[in-house]
């Protein structure tokens, strides 16, 4: 079982940037999709982007597309979400998740919770207005 890792988080002003991190251990990172999620207070947990294994090209929700940006250092076993332009709505506690069968990030371009199987525990991220 992978186990998965998140760092980075915090309070920021709207309009400043963060970056979280992802770090997986108990697997090669290149072997497993990767997706971000975020839940926001009363909200349902919402895919913020997906990395699939085949294609490194990241999958992005609508509501951060062209602000925020997924990559991957495969010798660092960790996948970063640089999160730019912050606004008060991207509050939420933001989770990173594994994929070992490569089905979650959707051709369609949909994130796929049910296939992301290893969690780690979230971290929060909160932009004041």
């Known amino acids: 079982q992978a186990e998965v890792q998140e760092s980075g988080g915090g309070l920021v002003q709207a309009g400043e940037s963060l970056r979280l991190s992802c770090a997986v251990s108990?697997?090669?990172?290149?072997?497993?999709?990767i997706a971000w999620f975020r839940q926001a207070p009363g909200k349902e947990r919402e895919g913020v982007s997906c990395?699939?294994?085949?294609?490194?090209?990241?999958h992005y929700a609508d509501s951060v597309k062209d602000r925020f940006t997924t990559s991957s250092d495969d010798a660092k076993n960790t996948v970063y979400l640089q999160m730019n332009s912050l606004k008060p709505e991207d509050t939420a506690r933001y989770y990173c998740?594994?994929?070992?069968?490569?089905?979650?990030?959707?051709?369609?371009?949909?994130?796929?919770?049910?296939?992301?199987?290893?969690w780690g525990q979230g971290i929060q991220v909160t932009v004041s207005s």
């Open positions: 998740a594994a994929d070992p069968y490569n089905l979650g990030c959707s051709v369609y371009g949909s994130i796929v919770e049910a296939d992301f199987i290893d």
């Open positions: 108990g697997f090669a990172l290149s072997y497993y999709a």
């Open positions: 990395l699939s294994i085949n294609d490194r090209n990241p």
